[in-house]
């Protein structure tokens, strides 16, 4: 009998997020597992009876609870947990730099692309900003309108009976005009959050229309306790109604987990007196120690302090002042209406050593300026998120400095992504994954000049323009138009894709010229920016169906006719780059990952973050070229299953691979 190889097969789909769950229900109750047969299948799931049975009295099937429900919320819970077999395919020829950047800008529905990264950038993602479509019915990004039909909610909602009967008179009108909305939203949300670094957050810009529900459903995603912020943002242009005019919308913030989310802004020196004017304020005593600094102040005794007539916050010192050598020679008292009187005490108690403060920030000094001895307070804080945002530029000024005015309707300000960039961290990775124009790439290429290494992954599917113009009108016709005409002066395909690459390339030769003009007008090199370091460049991929052919997933369509075609798995349009990065996404590799290319034996090997993975998808591979691949001692290793030269040879270099390689893990496709 021939031995059997040792190679397991990569699944290259997406978790059955179901069978996961419920096999970790299985590790803690294994009697209330049972099997069911569901498309011909014998599958795993839960006894529903003797899941009551475990959980006793605390069980319940009442249907009134507290949450937020709309018609299609089950439909998109079914849709979250389900696999799904597409990847990503790379597209060099849009990129830039696609060796080296480890920038993404990913073309797809983001539902699916979501799900696509979920295991390579789990917990990977520090700040998640996304500005989506507006529930007005005139967006166009994804549904033009996220109203369903009346007879498809009707039916949907149980508000007919089988014979089209209607069973109750309450108006739906409402509901038809949110639910699309809602699911759309909640998928995606739900499947982000796994993205999100424990101690991540997430922005989302919002108007009137949905603010309240877009909060309850982040209530439900990521927890009531997780909110940081409703912040509200000044819109650059105001828009009049019937009976208002709106110059503001909204920022929703949530964190993954508020106990370990930070929000510090830029680091800011503050200087305050110590007193305050208030008639009502006591009156304490403090000490001031010997050899606090006095500037400004000739040596000498000072038996009183200079007082300022009318002035309700002169000080009063109790014991002569002793300036030496721009110091206090001995420690003296001082009675006045002090600012925070317990922060100088604690200051001074501490040695003089940064000190937390109480309202925010901590002390890092505390000297005296002249001969009226009020105490100068010098602070170092970090900006925090405010929950008013007034200094909304235009966005669309940003687009016409790059000759692309026009181009997009209502697109975010830079400056405002940039403030939000603030509350992270140099070397975050942001998610987007509603890409629209690219601001959020031109903010981080921006905020990156001051010695950020801040990573960006946008996601923006690719609407055909020329489809969406038929059905639009006013503002966005008029962008849509000028969008098209824009794309046809350089030459692009009329996607709305096209003008977030292209706004991506345009920035980068706009930074990259005021960078080298400001290092011109800089004499000290220590000042200047090295344009080395910065990346500028992004790779570009594409959603996609899966690389294997659909017997690969189901082995019961193998008949006469299919069995000719599977000498190889893989579908004929299919590059060995494209079989890599899904392989990547399989093995929860992020597709940002180096890779390199080495010739061995005259085969083709992928090197992936030097020996982390070796890929080699050539054929006729036998065991000398194993062997010699064995030499780089990689940690994984992957194969075409039907690459081999035999099944002898895939035999001797699975026993191979066992003994010389223990700890690699070795699979096929």
Sequence with gaps: MQKKSQFEKLDLKTKDLTQENIAKISSLFPNLITEVEKDGKVIKTINASKLKEVVGDYATTDSEVYELTWVGKQESKQKIVAPITKTLRP????????????????????????????????????MIYIDPPYNTGKDFVYKDNFSQSKDEYDEKSGAVDEEGNKRFKNTTTNGRFHSDWLSMMYERLVVAKDLLKDDGVIFISIDDNEVANLKKICDEVFG???????????????IAGNYTISKHEYLIAFAKDINLCQLKGDEKITISRGTVGNEDQTMPIIEFPKGLKCYNLKDGTYNKTRQIEGSSENIENLTPIIVKDGVLKEPIKLKAKWRSSNDMRNFFANQGQPTPAKIAGEIIEIYFENDKFNPQIKKRTNEKLSSIFLENNRGSKNLKDLGMGGTFSFPKAVNFVEYLLNFGNDNDIILDFFSGSSTTAHAIMKSNISLKNRKYILVQLPENLDEILKDSQGVQKNAIEKAIKFLDSI??????????????RR???????????????????????????????????????????????????????????????????????????????????????????????????????????????DEDIDLELVKEIAKLNPL???FKDSSFKDDSAKVNAAEFLKHKLPGCIVRVI
């Design 491 to 504: 030459k692009k395909p009329h996607l709305l894709t096209e003008i977030g690459k292209e706004r991506i």
């Design 224 to 238: 009531e306790g997780n909110f940081i912020s409703e912040v509200v943002v000044n819109r650059p242009s105001e």
């Design 91 to 126: 597209v060099p020829e849009d990129s830039v730099d696609f060796e080296n950047t480890e920038n993404l800008y990913i073309e797809g529905d983001n539902f699916e692309v979501l799900k696509v990264l979920q295991e390579s950038y789990l917990n990977k993602i520090k």
């Design 636 to 638: 994984r290793l992957v």
């Design 507 to 617: 920035a980068v030769k706009k930074i990259q010229a005021e960078i080298k003009e400001k290092n011109k007008q800089t004499k000290l090199a220590e000042e200047k920016v090295d344009l080395s370091r910065l990346d500028f460049g992004f790779r570009v991929f594409r959603l996609d169906s899966s690389n294997m052919k659909d017997v690969y997933y189901n082995p019961k369509k193998i008949n006469q006719t299919t069995l000719s075609n599977l000498k190889d798995n893989i579908k004929e349009d299919r590059t060995d780059k494209d079989l890599l990065y899904q392989v990547l996404l399989d093995l929860a590799v992020p597709i940002s990952a180096k890779v390199g290319e080495q010739q061995i034996k005259k085969k083709t090997i992928y090197k992936v973050n030097e020996n982390f993975l070796i890929a080699c998808f």
